[in-house]
């Protein structure tokens, strides 16, 4: 059975990291993927990048479809992942597990080509456009240590700034959101 993981809230230094490339031997894989995947589902979002379940590794779990009505999960795992060019613009509203109730207006590059390795190390070579391209870049500047609020403009910025305090004070009493569930990977 897979695990469900604490995930780390806005005000955690873990978010802020830049995360390290991944061994893809590294047996501890086999049984963290499934672990990321399944706290992904849990906790009902479009993506996950493994900072934010507190593991510095280069891995997201993406499936950006899923909410739609009859969509079946098809969870995706980019290890590694590079994006190499973005062209266009578009802006549409993200969320973020790591900071609940905060949603926000952010651009990003319309359309990416990508790459990354696949579970059995393969490097595979992709693009995505629209809402799919957003999942990616937002997950993908998570293992940067970037989050989505980042982007917005300083208007908004302005108006988030009482929340993303409050999510701040909370992280620093080690709050976690799924502290009443389960612990450790
Ligand atoms: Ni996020």
Partial sequence: MPKLLPIRIY???????????????????????????????????????????????????????????????????????????????????EGCLSLPDIFAKVPRAMKICYSYQDQAGKRIEAEAEGYEAVVIQHEYDHLNGVLFTDHVSTLTKLMLKRKLKDLEAKARDGVNIADDIDTEP
């Fill in 11 to 93: 005000g955690d230094a873990m978010l802020r990291k830049k995360s390290k490339e991944v061994d893809i031997d590294d047996p501890y894989l086999k049984i963290y993927i499934p672990n990321l995947i399944h706290t992904m589902y849990a906790r009902d979002g479009v993506g996950l990048a493994s900072n934010q379940v507190g593991v510095e590794l280069r891995i997201i779990a993406i499936d950006p479809w899923w909410g739609l009505e009859e969509h079946k999960k098809n969870p995706r795992v980019l290890i590694n992942p590079e994006i190499h060019h973005r062209e266009g613009a578009q802006v549409s509203e």
